[in-house]
């Protein structure tokens, strides 16, 4: 049967293609060590559990608003105003289906054939292919040149009359880096000075190390607030990536249109998963702490056992739960990073993430949640590997 050209076009998600091949050979019994999945390796919170259960128990199974309910959009906003210091209504709130479904219906809502919105490279695999759903054009910024920090200088040299956004994500996926203060100030001012829509992709942002400060570009002025629209959910700091539940703040005018997309499409999030999310936001926030320092721990684990080995290149990430090493010392053995990936999962029983999913083909990423035993298993069989080819 034709598939139409929209879809055909669409790569599959690498990530998620990635794990399902991990949990396959597992299935056939091999003992592979995956750094492909970008999610936790805890188990949610029980008292988050716990409220799903008893919304399950009390029959609250039914339709929400669209936009999600008011309870868990007044427990966003109280959550915004408490940790970027913004006072924002539930009007200015949508919930979706996961964060991943409000990036898309807001790309959807703001950008048309003609457009172009920047995305700093490297970046996360999904921003390109939904960017380009909506018939505008995704121009990376190339970040390498400046140890994966973006600068005003570059924004200024990729806008065109046709810039429409820019997809600004901090910490990042893939790279870990943490945008300054200062530097998201100039590339607010670039912003404001030529209309530019800045979407905030905040997915990380309790996930950040060596008391490095998490700034947000919103709260550079309410000019800039006016045009930034922050996006978030549950999945990452609260260890449900399966619930389904994010959510989109900004301009009501642009959420309400999303909405009327979104009723279109899934309609409201799962009512039960609305209601594990209100019990995170509002409940007792100790376990982020013990969990991103965990993951601080396992992150200076992997970078130096990285390290040792030869080839490879590492700049610690300060944030998100991924190591992006360069591996440009084995690229004249290896015609990719594909191709290199495909040596380690046949040689070594290794999963990672080849960097052209990213904007960058000399590079592969690894994801540190994962067990400290893991790690060092894993790396190690990575190095023998290598240090085995001719």
Not at 303 to 329: A, D, H, M, N, R
Request: proline share 6%; aromatic share 8%; with cysteine.
């Amino acid at each position: 049967m034709k598939i139409s050209k929209v879809v055909s076009n669409i790569p599959a998600s690498p990530t998620l293609s990635l794990t399902a091949k991990v949990k396959k050979l597992k299935a056939e019994g091999k003992n592979v060590i995956g750094f492909g999945a970008g999610e936790p390796d805890f188990d949610t919170p029980d008292p988050i559990k716990s409220a799903a259960i008893e919304a399950l128990r009390k029959g609250r199974t039914k339709y929400t608003p669209v936009e999600g309910m008011s309870e868990l959009k007044e427990a966003i906003c109280a959550s915004v105003h408490s940790d970027y210091g913004l006072k924002v209504t539930p009007e200015n709130v949508i919930v979706s289906c996961g964060a991943k479904h409000s990036l898309y219906n807001l790309f959807l809502t703001l950008f048309e054939a003609g457009d172009e919105v920047l995305c700093p490279s490297p970046y996360w695999v999904s921003y390109p292919p939904m960017i380009e759903l909506t018939g505008a054009k995704a121009v990376a910024v190339d970040t390498r040149r400046n140890h994966m920090t973006l600068t005003a200088d570059m924004v200024r040299e990729a806008i065109t009359p046709r810039t429409r956004g820019i997809v600004i994500n901090s910490p990042s996926n893939p790279t870990g880096m943490v945008f300054e203060r200062r530097e998201l100030e100039d590339i607010a001012a670039l912003c404001v000075e030529h209309d530019i829509i800045i979407i905030s992709d905040d997915i990380y942002r309790k996930i950040i190390f060596d008391g490095t400060e998490f700034f947000s570009i919103a709260t550079v002025s309410p000019e800039v607030a006016q045009r930034t629209f922050i996006v978030d959910g549950s999945s990452k700091t609260y260890a449900m990536t399966g619930w389904r539940i994010g959510y989109c703040i900004g301009d009501r005018d642009v959420i309400k249109a999303m909405g009327r997309l979104q009723s279109q499409s899934t309609s409201n999030p799962t009512s039960f998963a609305q209601e594990g999310a209100i019990a995170s936001l509002t409940g007792d926030q100790s376990g982020v702490e013990e969990r991103k320092k965990i993951f601080e721990k396992r992150r200076d684990l992997i970078v130096s056992k990285l390290e040792e080995i030869p080839g490879f290149e590492i700049i610690p990430p300060k944030g998100s739960f991924y190591t992006f090493p360069s591996i440009t010392g084995y690229m004249d053995r290896f015609s990719s990073a594909s191709d290199l990936a495909e040596y380690l999962i046949n040689k070594a029983l290794v999963a990672v993430v080849p960097g052209e999913a990213f904007g960058a083909e000399d590079h592969i990423r690894l994801s540190f949640a994962t067990s400290e035993k893991n790690i060092t298993e894993g790396v190690e069989r990575i190095r023998d590997a290598l240090a085995s080819l001719p």
